[in-house]
């Protein structure tokens, strides 16, 4: 794919959707940073079900170390996975107490020092939190980026890396977003919607459907 083509898959997704967003809800970095440590293996809908309820009664650091990891659990036992994320998300809150006042860090390095932090993680929350231009491969963004022909790589990093290069600068901020709402909801994993892409003509896919 040339450097033509991609500067206009991005103009087209940046008109479509001008702010591109998370779908997870959230208020500040921390809540952000919870929310993603528990949306891995489970759907932004089922994490934004338990966080309604958790955020009420525990949204900082402090807080959740006051309910501790047993009520924690409670409040977080629909998703997959809860007893494992509840240990790390006490082990994390222990880590930006002592360290960070609290506060959630900036650099990617920090973040992964974290519990139940990977570097997706921190790229989402270092995108999503604080504006920086980082991308942060998931499964529907490695599909696409694959798929498309945008950014092909055998592995995550190499996917990530690549899109680091190739995604013009203007657009870096957001390709996270609309890549992963592109994967999501259109070019979808077992039968993507091609009739309905806004950037079929662009694509590269050599099995697209009508």
Known sequence: ????????????????????????????????????????QATDKSVNKATERLFRVANTPEKILALGENKLKEHIKTIGLYNSKAANIIKTC??????????????????QKLPGVGRKTANVVLNTAFG???????????RVANRTGLAKGKTVLEVEKKLDRLVPKEYKKDAHHWLILHGRYVCTARKPRCGACIIYDLCEYSHKTA
């Open 132 to 142: 920086h231009p980082t991308i942060a491969v998931d499964t529907h963004i490695f």
């Open 94 to 111: 222990k880590i930006l107490v002592e360290q960070y006042h609290g506060q959630v860090p900036q650099s990617r390095e920090a973040l």
């Open 1 to 40: 794919m040339n450097k033509q083509k991609r500067q206009e898959i991005f103009a087209r997704l940046k008109a479509a959707n001008p702010t591109p967003t998370t779908e997870l809800n959230y208020q500040t970095p921390f809540e952000l940073l919870i929310a993603v440590i528990l949306s891995a």
